[in-house]
């Protein structure tokens, strides 16, 4: 007997892209997200920023088990590509893809995806250190300002490095199980860090989905706060937007972005999250999370010292969190989607920092951020060896691979922030200066 597939047009495809009516291609079959997509693991936006477009990259990159992601989606298959149609859609480079695909395979077939399993179990067993250690000085040595100081940058590196760890997991880039996975994400983001597991995946896919685009990435929404790149201060220029006196970011910033995004915006978003949307098995290891710290703290500094020191420790977290995170991603393109193939849009927005054992340590690995993106789920130490093969694959193609100094990278965030020269306090014609002169220039 034969079947009869229905065929489709890029140009079909890409009519269903709204809310609702959603298709996508992958290894040139289409399918039909539009309801599935309320039950998608990595949350239903993520797929939406996909609708109408080729995501067969994307879907390669997130997903460990493609064997058994594709019998789920069966049932969402509505026909595939005219075999008239390329496979890469709105102009991509072919060639590019297909070297970028090989690359993979090559990587693949050198263990390059294969996990040291006792890498991440002495990676958790440092930060179960570092907790323990800090409890005994408290034990033995009391609540002493200096005793606490030190007690608070040990709390704060314990959370910081968990951060990185509950990283790998939520990225499935440890256990060979994807269940197995999920588990121990829950209990290093729930249990060591007070977080919630399907907030975390709900934000951070879509960022790797759609890195630095507007709209689509949730790290460059800044709640009209701060405008960021090149493009959006002249379009609120344009529209005459004056939630804040943008002019004057440079100045702000370092008092709101870095010291309150993790004590604050996140710590709210968080608990609002799990409770709109029905997230109680996060809540639940959340609140195991506050259990613990307060029974250990609250009988050696009571109440309310116990809470001061709890967000003593989210500030020191949330500076180092922000400067390790933006370092890589801030200074870069930001702008609205340009429907570019994975390896060339990964490239624009993201940039390296140079290889040490400390800078490996502080950023969790994070300073191979290129190949973080292009692999999401490599496992973190083997980011060194994929680097030269993705440099020469960028050389052979003339995309951009930038990688710089931990000081250059941390420069460059300030630099970016204050507009300010390196030697001298002339502003740039940047984008907090570029909105300025606008606005000057209508009147």
Not at 69 to 88: C, F, H
Not at 324 to 351: F, G, R
């Amino acid at each position: 007997m034969i079947y009869l597939i229905d065929t489709y047009t890029w140009e079909e495809v890409q009519k269903h892209t709204k809310s609702g009516d959603q298709w996508i291609v992958v290894e040139r079959k289409v399918y039909n997200v539009s309801q599935w997509v309320k039950r998608h693991p990595g949350g239903l936006r993520i797929i939406g920023h996909y609708a109408g477009e080729d995501a067969t990259e994307a879907f390669t990159a997130f997903h460990p088990d493609l064997p058994l992601v594709r019998k789920y989606m069966k049932p969402l298959l509505i026909g595939e590509l005219e075999a008239s149609e390329p496979s890469q859609d709105r102009q991509k480079n072919a060639a590019l893809v297909e070297d970028f695909r090989a690359l993979r395979e090559r990587l693949e077939a050198e263990g390059c995806f294969k996990t040291q399993p006792l890498f991440f179990l002495l990676h958790l067993g440092h930060i179960l250190l570092l907790e323990v250690i800090a409890l005994m000085l408290v034990w033995y040595f009391g609540t002493g300002w200096i005793n606490t100081a030190i007690v608070a940058v040990l709390m704060a590196t314990a959370q910081s490095q968990a951060g990185w760890l509950q990283h790998d997991f939520g990225h499935l880039s440890v256990c060979k199980s994807s269940r197995w996975n999920h588990l121990v994400h829950k209990f290093v983001i729930g249990h060591l860090k007070g977080a919630s597991a399907g907030w975390w995946n709900h934000r951070h896919f879509q960022h790797h989905a759609k890195p630095n685009v507007f709209k689509k990435d949730p790290d460059v929404n800044m709640l009209n706060m701060f405008v960021v790149g090149k493009v959006q201060p002249v379009e609120y220029g344009v529209k005459k937007v004056k939630h804040l006196p943008y002019n004057h970011q440079h100045k702000y910033f370092f008092f709101v972005g870095p010291p309150l995004l993790i004590p604050v915006f996140f710590q709210f978003q968080i608990f609002h999250n799990m409770v709109s949307h029905g997230l109680w098995v996060d809540l639940v290891w959340c609140i195991s999370y506050y259990v613990r710290y307060f029974l250990c703290y609250t009988q050696f500094y009571g109440l309310f010292w116990a809470v001061i020191l709890f967000n003593f420790v989210r500030f020191m977290e949330s500076h180092w969190f922000v400067w390790v995170t933006q370092m890589s991603h801030i200074p870069m393109n930001i702008d609205y989607e340009k429907h570019q193939d994975w390896l060339s849009m990964q490239l624009v927005a993201t940039c390296n920092i140079e290889q040490s054992a400390f800078n490996d340590w502080f950023s969790g690995h994070l300073n191979f951020q290129i190949e973080h993106h292009l692999f999401p789920t490599m496992p973190r130490h083997n980011y060194w060896r994929a680097a030269p093969h993705v440099r020469a694959l960028c050389d052979k193609y003339g995309v951009k691979y930038q990688e710089k100094t931990l000081y250059g990278a941390f420069a460059d965030i300030i630099r970016y922030n204050t507009n300010l020269k390196s030697h001298g306090f002339t502003f740039k014609k940047s984008f907090c200066s570029e909105l300025f002169l606008y606005n000057m220039k209508q009147h």
